[in-house]
């Protein structure tokens, strides 16, 4: 196996710019655990939809498999390596395509620190020219088209996912937390 893969580029090495955290991993578990499947309809963006059908279920945090779908607009951008070095990574330009073919994806809400929605999303998508490509899908700048775009819900109940500065990656990541009691 070794001899097969000598000839072969070495995958790129991430290096953690700020000081390392033994605990890279932050987990919590949800006793309930519910899932549900949403269909997304057209006309709106894919952040309004997730936010808002979730919302209807009383759901403030959840992980998503977003499976088909037109996209009537489609904004994304790709990760890349931040050339100063001061951060794991920078998101590259946003573009912009009309028409395309929502392949998968998966897609994470929570909130923001001042406790507005986030809806962190990657996918695959074939576009109008019949190229297939991916990246970090910009949810506010995506809207659905004719055909909707289904996701498959685990609700996180128990716990909420809130953004949080990372000192390892010098990033604002979603993090699990213990859920915020109002009152």
Excluded: W
């Excluded at 949800?30 to 899932?35: A, L, M, N, P, S």
Aim: proline residues 6%; contains cysteine.
């Amino acid at each position: 196996m070794v001899e097969k893969l000598m000839g072969l580029p070495r995958s790129r090495t991430v290096v953690h710019p700020g000081p390392f955290r033994p605990v890279r991993i932050d987990r919590m578990r949800d006793e309930k655990g519910r899932h549900f499947r949403l269909s997304l309809p057209g006309g709106r963006t894919l952040h309004e939809s997730l936010v808002q059908a979730l919302a209807d279920e009383g759901v403030a945090s959840a992980s998503m498999t977003l499976l088909g779908g037109e996209l009537a607009e489609l904004g994304f951008c790709l990760a890349l390596p931040d050339p100063t070095g001061r951060v794991l990574a920078t998101y590259g330009a946003p573009h912009t395509v009309q028409g395309a073919c929502f392949i998968f994806g998966n897609a994470t809400l929570g909130s923001s620190t001042s406790g507005t929605p986030v809806v962190h999303c990657h996918g695959a998508f074939r576009t109008a020219d019949g190229a297939v490509r991916g990246g970090h899908i910009l949810t506010d700048r995506t809207v659905v088209g004719r055909r909707s775009v289904t996701a498959v819900v685990t609700a996180l109940d128990s716990f909420e996912l809130r953004v949080v500065y990372d000192d390892e990656t010098r990033m604002p990541l979603m993090r699990p937390q213990a859920r915020r009691v109002h009152g």
